[in-house]
């Protein structure tokens, strides 16, 4: 990894910044309202890169005092008992968010499940009420991911208003809202993905470039403006030479670090970010409940 921190997006260190912040609201709010606030994690199957997520939102919860309420169902599971789990937690007073680990079993409809899940409990901000209010510049529960994407940009005072935003990936989980977060922030974005054209031409004209397709190091130093700001989504498992494994993005890491501004490792960009933006979700479900 490149050694020049001063141009490392550091999401782990906001997204604890994030979560202190958190701990702090809740450990005033809970002798007021007589609860925490609950978040309820639905894992179905045993998936290792699932089960290894799920127990880093348990710890999350546990650290800023934030109830832990997910169950870890079959993944034989049927779309009506899974759907029947869904509607108990919505009538659960005691649960303020509600997230799907996704994958699901391929014989589950995500989609469908997703759907059911109540709006104001919808802790991943993927519910169609919950993204036309993201349309329609309305305040609402965000997606977990390009929150995050933003919040970051923020915390490092990266203007977007009038700049040039490219996003690769099209996708309801980042690609699509964090374009329209984008916009709201008045940056001028493009949406590029596997069928755009002289991609590498649009991604050099970006002052501001996420990629978030899956395709390890796919971004790289050629393609990107002297300069940018460069976002980095993914998380791919490769193999090296020798038969070892480890994580890498959809951006060529050591190259583009030394031609962008601004960089996010991967691990330790985006990845946090998502979940300290899932946390905040459901204490932001918590207060609207009892009006704090």
């Known amino acids: 990894m490149n050694q020049n921190q001063d141009r490392i997006l550091d999401g782990l260190d906001l997204a604890r910044k994030i979560q202190t912040h958190l701990q702090e609201k809740i450990a005033d709010l809970h002798p007021k309202i007589g609860r925490p606030p609950g978040l309820a994690v639905l894992m179905v199957g045993d998936n290792p890169a699932s089960a290894v997520y799920v127990r880093n939102k348990e710890k999350a919860c546990n650290r800023i005092g934030m109830a832990s309420l997910g169950k870890h169902l079959s993944g034989n599971i049927t779309q009506e008992a899974l ?12 649960v303020d968010g509600i997230l799907i680990q996704l994958p699901l079993p391929k014989h589950l409809d995500a989609i469908s499940l997703l759907h059911q899940i109540h709006p104001d409990k919808d802790a991943d901000g993927l519910h169609p009420l919950n993204l036309g209010k993201l349309v329609r510049s309305e305040p609402g529960l965000r997606s977990c991911t390009p929150a995050g994407i933003i919040k970051l940009l923020e915390e490092y005072n990266i203007p977007l208003q009038g700049k040039k935003a490219v996003v690769i990936g099209r996708s309801i989980l ?35 470039l996420v990629a978030a397709v899956g395709k390890p190091e796919l971004i790289t130093a050629s393609m990107v403006k002297p300069g940018a700001v460069v976002i980095d989504v993914g998380i791919n498992r490769i193999k090296d030479q020798e038969g070892k494994s480890r994580l ?9 670090s030394e031609v962008a501004r601004y960089i996010t490792p991967v691990p330790g960009g985006v990845g946090p970010m998502t979940v300290a933006m899932l946390l905040s979700n459901t204490y932001w479900s918590y207060r609207q409940k009892f009006n704090f």
């Open 248 to 256: 890498v993005g959809d951006v060529e890491f050591n190259s583009v």
């Open 174 to 208: 980042v690609g699509k809202p964090l374009g329209l977060m984008l916009l709201d922030k008045n940056a001028t974005v493009t949406m590029a993905h596997s069928k755009t054209q002289n991609l590498s031409q649009v991604c050099q004209e970006a002052d501001i």
């Open 83 to 94: 759907a029947a789990e869904i509607s108990a937690l919505n009538h659960d007073d005691n």
